[in-house]
């Protein structure tokens, strides 16, 4: 007889009836091979002496076995596990769920992650430099919280727990038309905007609909790596093009596009990552006549225009892009609150529309209560007053940070003081190894990035993006006094 | 000279100062090509006349201009555009924004979508008769701004404002393990466990792992369009498989599997869409033997479990599935509301890994308050009151609404009363037309579908999905009054 006093253990806080959990543990063993046809079942008094539970229990149990087909009940002789069970499969060898030999390949698939890449080390509470994201105790929560109970409330408020536009909400994206148009001179229609989640998203859309196996995208040597990461994944090869104190060479890629076809060209402009380094505006039109000369898309990822210290920014190229090459695309809420993701996608109509589309497909739509929040934030003026807050105190805390790094690591690292954004691009003398200086720090209580993100196939620069957005004063000056004493 | 007048329109109420715009704005003008190199700027003076700006805003914006490098000041004769200004466009012909011939391809992509697909139709509050949508009007949303004002206040709550798990919320995935394990007898290990948004990313994410440009997958003749248009998006080969009163023909698949090769089947075992037919247990184990024969991955879609009415409901086959051919995939808050979207994907290890390093890559994670708020209410059981609550109302809204559907319209609509789900499958005599009964409708205040959604290239079934859930006794009765009279 099995092991029934181990074999059944049932939660008797569970929502589910006792008797249900015991039908379905039965089940269990007649898949798996432990009962077979014809075994028989113990009696209720039987099972009840072994596991303490109610022989009524049983009863309902073995009443609902039968009912669905596994048991039958022989006159004066007990309960039996059907003559007649279709196609169960062979006696398993052992009786435990969890020892299945995963490496039989059930099915068959290729991977195309074969590393695990996934990061799950975000959640920790330890003096950290990050790679340059903003401070989340700076962000106005209680005023989100404040807009989502007055949308909740409203009565036709709870539209919103409906199905929301593919596009995303109607009243976001007129409020980000406005705040486009006033802040970066972008002309735009709320119809060709789409709301998507994060920034990630549009680049992820934008590849799916332009890409395919074999097409060229010309990227920068240093890029950002969960764009490469999203172009391999479409089956694109990337095309190396070299960045320097002015952004991507544009006559070094001229020089490719004569030999080879390109399908897209992805910048980041405004802050180049992970150098920092703005675009001249002399490169930014050669490239939009190069596009329009060679027909290839650009997309233009401006993930933070909004962080910029000193000079005015350049305006966009999606601004200045009257051919419509340009797929722009941006993130509204990384400077808020990098978990509640919310970008957007700029480009020709037909491309957006196209893109809503596979939105659809992939997620049908975006957090429909958030987009609303948002849409109140922006009207309101409490995101502008936000980012103006912010924008002050990251820009004491750059001036902070790189006060300390010139004055004390000046012989280790060379960097420029960055003219926007939330990290400052550091590269580490060579006799400094990253991953060695990542673990001691580690021990010492300092997390800090190996560098690798940063790392590609042709550039290995010895440089991480050091960030002091998210650091407060005295949060900088304990952070940096423990890495000098580890360097 | 330029009409000044009309083409710099400034928003005194933007964050951007008024120079910035101004100077934004000449910017536009000469990359457009209205303004041409070596052209003269109005004096300050003169704009000033024209527009109401101030001199003083104006002198400022010419400041920035040429310190951007646009313009340049000749003494005594006035400011003009930088004569070597590089590669500028051709003077347009007309000096809007707005007309760019949007038909000549700027850049090359193939469309997937050439039909629109865009469902931008949710939000009306005429009565309608939907697809099977839960009632929102018994969400608990107080309950949830409750957790989500709980869980921002404390003081590590800050952290889901972080960057979280691409796999998911911890607190959420342990409490979905209890849950499953407690419902339907599902033993799941937290880490083979993705929190999906919604269960169409789940089907997304499966379709982009298992498979490829030409690949077959068998789905039901009559099937859930949306999995059709993400099968047909990666490119697969719909095999259709009959689909009668007990589920997918598993002998007619059989028959198929002999023929072709096929890379994965997918079902929806518990109340098949549309038809909400239960598969048998019988088909469901044949399905599980011809997949570990075969080695072909079974897409089990389970969106709607917790609602049945009668009989215990079949546990899934992924609880029975001992071979790990299943890729589960399941939505915990269709039932609490649709625009929330939650659901999970239970597979193998490997899979689940892969599957979650592309959602990475897709939108990297999930909304983390929302997934910690539902793991609170998991948690205090409140999650399953809602369930159990729900589940009450709509049973009686089904009896009431076949009740009516038998009596009044037994000459024209053929149906069966559904065990479980949000929808009543409602065949039609072939003399109604569906699209024509779906605009006579919308002419007196009643909203239903013309039934396209269901049809497929060889399935044209003349059935609706008739959805009671949402509807309350009032409405059930106006709304089928109306229907009746329409007929």
């Known amino acids: 007889m099995l092991p029934y006093k181990s074999l059944i253990q049932l939660k008797r806080d569970s929502s589910v009836a006792l008797y249900i959990q015991l039908c379905n543990s039965f089940i269990n063993l007649i898949t798996n091979g432990s009962l077979q046809s014809s075994d028989v079942l113990p009696s209720t008094r039987l099972l009840s002496e072994l596991t303490g539970l109610n022989r009524n229990t049983i009863k309902l149990a073995y009443e609902e076995l039968i009912s669905q087909g596994w048991a039958e009940s022989v006159e004066r002789k007990g309960i039996f596990v059907l003559s007649k069970l279709p196609v169960l499969p062979e006696k398993k060898k052992t009786n435990s769920d969890a020892s299945v030999d995963s490496s039989a390949e059930a099915f068959s698939w290729i991977n195309p992650f074969p590393e695990i890449q996934i990061n799950e080390n975000y959640q920790e509470s330890v003096l950290t430099i990050d790679d340059g994201f903003p401070d989340v105790r700076l962000t106005p929560v209680d005023l989100l919280m404040r807009e989502y109970r007055s949308i909740s409330k409203k009565f036709y408020g709870k539209n919103f727990l409906k199905y929301g536009f593919p596009k995303g909400s109607e009243n976001l994206r007129s409020a980000l038309t406005r705040y486009l148009s006033n802040t970066r001179g972008l002309s735009v229609n709320p119809e060709n905007l789409l709301i998507t989640k994060g920034s990630q998203m549009g680049i992820y859309l934008a590849a799916q609909l332009l890409l395919t196996k074999s097409d060229n995208i010309a990227v920068g040597v240093s890029n950002y790596r969960s764009a490469d990461e999203i172009f391999r994944y479409v089956g694109a090869n990337l095309l190396r093009i070299p960045v320097d104190g002015y952004g991507m060479d544009i006559d070094f890629l001229e020089v490719m596009l004569k030999k080879k076809p390109v399908k897209a060209v992805y910048i980041i402009p405004h802050h180049h990552f992970p150098t920092t380094v703005t675009m001249s505006m002399e490169r930014r039109l050669k490239l939009l006549k190069l596009a329009k000369e060679y027909r290839f898309a650009i997309i233009e990822d401006d993930?933070?225009?909004?962080?910029?210290?000193?000079?005015?920014?350049?305006?966009?190229?999606?601004?200045?892009?009257?051919?419509?090459?340009?797929?722009?695309?941006?993130?509204?809420?990384?400077?808020?609150?990098?978990?509640?993701?919310?970008?957007?996608?700029?480009?020709?109509?037909?491309?957006?529309?196209?893109?809503?589309?596979?939105?659809?497909?992939?997620?049908?739509?975006?957090?429909?209560?958030?987009?609303?929040?948002?849409?109140?934030?922006?009207?309101?003026?409490?995101?502008?007053?936000?980012?103006?807050?912010?924008?002050?105190?990251?820009?004491?805390?750059?001036?902070?940070?790189?006060?300390?790094?010139?004055?004390?690591?000046?012989?280790?690292?060379?960097?420029?003081?960055?003219?926007?954004?939330?990290?400052?691009?550091?590269?580490?003398?060579?006799?400094?190894?990253?991953?060695?200086?990542?673990?001691?720090?580690?021990k010492k209580g300092l997390k800090i990035a190996d560098g690798s993100f940063y790392n590609n196939e042709i550039f290995i620069p010895n440089g991480l993006r050091l960030g002091f957005a998210s650091l407060n004063e005295n949060e900088i000056e304990k952070s940096l006094e423990l890495l000098r004493k580890i360097i």
């Open 303 to 442: 993930y933070d225009f909004d962080f910029h210290y000193n000079a005015k920014p350049y305006i966009p190229l999606a601004s200045i892009d009257h051919n419509r090459n340009v797929i722009y695309i941006g993130s509204i809420t990384k400077t808020f609150a990098p978990a509640l993701r919310t970008g957007f996608m700029i480009a020709q109509p037909e491309f957006v529309t196209a893109a809503a589309s596979l939105r659809q497909l992939i997620d049908k739509q975006g957090d429909s209560l958030l987009e609303e929040a948002f849409s109140s934030l922006f009207d309101n003026g409490e995101m502008e007053r936000h980012f103006r807050k912010s924008l002050k105190i990251y820009k004491s805390r750059r001036d902070l940070f790189c006060e300390i790094l010139q004055s004390n690591f000046n012989d280790v690292i060379d960097f420029k003081i960055p003219e926007g954004g939330m990290a400052v691009w550091s590269v580490f003398d060579q006799s400094i190894s990253l991953p060695k200086l990542s673990w001691d720090a580690g």
